[in-house]
């Protein structure tokens, strides 16, 4: 979930060419955003995630009868900014961009700005260390999960797990995200608020977004660690790897993950993750779409703010709630 996260695959700067798609909405719904054309910048669409944000904005697309030019940076930061300077050259109606980075996402929006294009952003922050909650103020919108939000929910999912306290292990993502950071702060928060030293991170290592990366991060722990209690992992495809990990190395560890993916819920279903926290893309990407043309039609209006949907813990208790969308 490259920013996500988001994800796992940004890692592998795949491919020659960009991939792009057009999509010229059918006008199921009111047929009134016909006039517009949407430019969507997106991080990676081989990665489930950012793929499925595309999907949810596509098919919104085409309900409100909007033209959706999609194109993929596949994990490449030059690539997409020289894919932004496209969507300006052609003179798109907005811009939706779903930012590999918050600092090099801030000269796009800029450079949008001052072509007059409004641009919003999904699934992802604009401009290095700034509050997600004070937007870029040349944006006209933030959609996002609430990824500190998160680390707090996974954290509370680790003390019930994990109720009477034990040593930790944190699986980050790869070097560079701010996810390890903003999925984590809140997470060890909730550990430290239980008191008395009761729990103890002993180990923090990189799984890189990979199941691969997860599984090998968790076994060279475990080798050094064997009364490890619990894993959080700050992606699913993570936590799945660590649960491989676990049950080879006959540990009792429980894994919490973040992102509601299908292995996931998945492995949430089978016994082999304890939890973790639901992400929508499909929706926010439906979401973005809408919030940009409720800005073109004036229902939007004012100074930019960040939207959180919601995104609760499940664990095999409430399994069901979570249909995944990636």
Not at 39 to 62: C, H
Not at 190 to 198: F, R, S, T, V
Not at 241 to 270: D, M, W
Not at 291 to 309: E, H
Request: glycine letters at 14%.
């Amino acid at each position: 979930m490259l920013r996500a996260s988001a994800l796992a695959a940004s890692l592998a700067l795949v491919g020659a060419a960009t991939a792009c798609d057009s999509s010229t909405g059918s006008g199921s719904g009111s047929g009134s955003g016909q006039s517009y054309t949407f430019g969507l910048a997106n991080q990676q669409e081989s990665v489930t995630f950012p793929a499925a944000i595309a999907k949810g904005a596509k098919d919104k697309a085409d309900q409100l009868g909007i033209k959706l030019v999609a194109l993929d940076s596949q994990g490449d930061q030059a690539k997409q900014a020289s894919q932004v300077q496209d969507l300006i050259a052609q003179r798109v109606s907005a811009i939706l961009l779903v930012p590999l980075s918050p600092g090099p996402a801030q000269a796009l929006v800029d450079q949008a700005a001052t072509a007059g294009i409004p641009i919003g952003t999904a699934h992802g922050y604009v401009g290095a260390d700034r509050d997600v909650k004070d937007p870029y103020p040349k944006l006209k919108f933030v959609i996002d999960e609430n990824e500190a939000g998160a680390g707090g929910t996974a954290g509370k999912m680790a003390l019930e797990a994990l109720p009477g306290g034990g040593k930790v292990a944190v699986i980050t993502g790869a070097a560079g995200f701010v996810e390890n950071t903003t999925r984590v702060t809140q997470f060890k928060a909730a550990l430290d608020g239980a008191g008395g030293g009761k729990y103890t991170v002993v180990a923090t290592q990189p799984g890189n977004w990979t199941k691969q990366d997860g599984q090998s991060a968790c076994q060279n722990i475990l080798a050094a660690n064997r009364d490890v209690g619990l894993f959080y992992a700050i992606s699913d495809d993570m936590a799945v790897g660590c649960a491989a990990a676990v049950k080879s190395a006959n540990s009792t560890a429980k894994i919490i993950g973040v992102g509601g993916s299908q292995s996931g819920i998945a492995a949430i279903k089978t016994g082999g993750l304890y939890g973790t926290v639901c992400y929508k893309p499909y929706d926010e990407g439906a979401m973005a779409v809408q919030m940009m043309y409720d800005v073109l039609t004036g229902k939007v209006t004012g100074a930019p703010k960040t939207t959180f949907y919601d995104t609760p813990g499940i664990t095999a208790g409430n399994v069901a709630s979570c249909t995944p969308q990636w």
